[in-house]
């Protein structure tokens, strides 16, 4: 991997984020439509809260408790909090070592305003590599 490769250089730019408000159902519905397999969720003001992956749905619909209402639960309910964040003047390498430290297959990229500006993935990161 080339050492001066950033972050910003490679992740894909404006995500499509989702309020922490909005229904599980809407979550899905976005995340099958887009092919997406994640979504950064964010406040009334756009910060960042958390991210909702399709992990998080399956592990609802695992659960005895929520699973018969899970379409109406709140995004807020089931994200994983806090999201793990990178900058994006950020190397290649620390990405690739946070996720693999974390187990994640995806960092939301933020400016300093905690605002998401983009999501490099493990899929990223194996493109560039074959390139």
Known sequence: MNQSRTVGEIMTPNP??????????EAAGILDSRKITGLP???ADGLLV???SQTDLVRVR????MATNWP???VGQVMTKPALTIS??????EA??????RRVHRLV???DAATPIGIISTSDLVRLWLR
């Not at 499509?16 to 159902?25: D, K, V, Y």
């Open 50 to 52: 958390g991210v909702l």
């Open 16 to 25: 499509i984020s989702i309020a922490e408000t909005a229904s599980l159902a």
């Open 62 to 65: 695992a659960n005895q408790n």
């Open 41 to 43: 969720v964010v406040d």
């Open 72 to 74: 109406g639960l709140a």
């Open 88 to 93: 994006a003047t950020a190397r290649l390498e």
């Open 109 to 111: 990229v933020t400016d």
């Open 96 to 101: 690739a070592r946070v996720m693999e430290e």
